[in-house]
């Protein structure tokens, strides 16, 4: 299956429904906002028109219960989707690894501290000591010291960026250890784990970490890019499961999930505890917890879990809020689905601006200004990057829109003349003049994660 290239970009950078919904009765919340499925029926529609996104799944959980699930538009072109539409939802399948594996150790069968060279060593670091220091906790909480993928290194090769536990970096690679790991010590597939411990007794018959049989390929969302055109794709399928990413699902299915969570379902209270607690910063308004990014002091004593998926014609987000027993689940099959997720939440949720904000962003955000037309034309053009893809910017006013393949079209703002942000997230962009030519780089938490020469 192909990847989405720039993995980076688009996982900062992340909804799906059915036209027979009933009719729900008007009520207070002190979560959602008064008519908040008329609201969503009327403005989502509007959304995937604008940003050619053709279908978007949204569940809502409110104490404890489904309130609302509908999918909207076409799931494969030409074809309404339904409420049992299958999406990919890449990398929420985190926290199915996360609620697989305590439960095993719930059940007294792993541990969350020991470390995992008792059953897992990488050839790549058997000759690295720090090796020996990796735990279960580490993996979940994104603090090995791997890179996300082995890939982006020069080298190619697992390495470690800095001791284990040192620091956040978020890595998939993390979790495909714990999971080599795990089938290691029950000689099981991790597939056939998940089943197991969490799908089967959660009653999430459509969902699995590898691929859904031959007769349900039919109700399966395939992925679209910027344009509404389907992205070229040899082979959906999803051969091997993955700890990291590629969770088919759907919007109900993913629903009972976030209603175990918080109602403990599946583990002890004290273990939920320990999976809530924050674990280590990942930025100012943010923690990362077990498997969970963490996002405190919200209204009425709220506090969120999250956690979004993002590859090519993939862009997803589960936001829960324990003390409320409520949450919002939003699927989306095109590249510019990370900006209809994130305008879903704001327009559901009464809070949803600041959970978004705070998510997106560990200070307050620039303030824009305006620079000379000129500048805006220099940059604009296509730019070829690192990751041997191509990247464009074009003018819109007083602004930058990126257009690229499997990369959602958001535009982005001057806070001075050659630095440029989006809104909703805290990366920046820098045009740079050097001898090669004309130079973007992406910038998150400092460090350049992304660069591109514009071409000639």
């Known amino acids: 299956m192909k990847k989405l290239v720039l993995l980076t970009l688009s996982s900062l950078i992340v909804l799906c429904c059915q036209e027979n919904q009933p009719t729900q009765e008007k009520r207070n919340s002190e979560i959602f906002l008064t008519d908040v499925e008329e609201i969503l029926n009327q403005e989502i529609p509007k959304l995937q028109s604008e940003q050619n996104v053709p279908a978007v799944g949204v569940g809502l959980i409110e104490d404890g219960k489904i309130r609302f699930i509908k999918v909207y538009g076409e799931h494969q072109l030409g074809k309404k989707a339904t409420e049992n539409t299958v999406f990919n939802v890449a990398s929420i399948a985190k926290v199915i690894t996360t609620m697989t594996v305590l439960k095993l150790i719930d059940d007294g069968n792993w541990k969350l501290d020991e470390p995992l060279f008792n059953y897992w060593i990488d050839p790549d670091i058997i000759n690295d000591s720090l ?10 909480t994104h603090t090995t010291g791997f890179n996300n993928w082995r ?13 284990p536990g040192d620091k956040y970096q978020y890595s998939g690679e993390g979790m495909e250890y714990l999971k080599i790991a795990l089938e290691n010590k029950f000689n099981k597939d991790f597939g056939e784990l998940a089943d197991s411990l969490v799908f089967k007794p959660l009653d999430m018959n459509s ?11 039919l109700r399966f969302a395939k992925w679209y890019d910027g344009n509404g055109n389907e992205h070229d794709v040899d082979d959906y399928s999803t051969p091997e499961a993955s ?19 918080m109602d403990t379902t599946l583990i002890n209270k004290s273990l939920f505890l320990e999976m809530v607690k924050p674990q280590i910063k990942i930025h100012d308004n943010v923690k990362q917890g077990l ?22 014609g993939v862009a997803t987000t589960i936001i829960l ?8 689940i939003v699927f989306t099959n095109g590249d510019n689905g990370r900006i209809l997720c994130n305008a879903i939440v704001k327009k559901a949720i009464k809070f949803g601006d600041k959970i978004i904000q705070k998510l997106y962003w560990g200070g307050e955000i620039p303030e824009m ?23 464009s910017f074009i003018q819109r006013d007083n602004a930058l829109k990126i257009v690229g393949e499997g990369v959602p079209g958001v535009e982005i703002y001057p806070k001075s003349d050659t630095e440029f942000f989006p809104t909703d997230f805290e990366v920046f962009f820098e045009f740079v003049d050097v001898e090669e030519g004309l130079k973007f780089e992406l910038k998150s938490q400092g460090k350049i994660i992304l660069e591109g020469i514009k071409s000639q």
């Open 151 to 163: 890939r982006m290194n020069d080298s190619g090769r697992l390495e470690f960026d800095f001791e």
């Open 321 to 328: 809020l324990p003390n409320s027993k409520s949450g919002i």
């Open 369 to 391: 200004i305006t620079i000379n037309h000129d500048l805006l034309q220099k940059y604009s053009g296509a730019y070829q990057t690192n990751q041997n893809t191509v990247l």
């Open 131 to 140: 090796h020996r220091r990796i735990t279960t906790r580490h993996s979940l």
């Open 291 to 312: 498997g969970w990014t963490i996002v405190s002091g919200l209204p009425n004593n709220n506090y969120a879990l999250n956690h979004d998926g993002g590859d090519m």
């Open 243 to 261: 700890a990291a990413d590629d969770l088919l699902v759907t919007v109900e299915d993913l629903a009972k999930f976030g209603i175990s969570v």
């Open 207 to 217: 969902a699995t970490l590898k691929w859904i049989p031959e007769k349900d390929t």
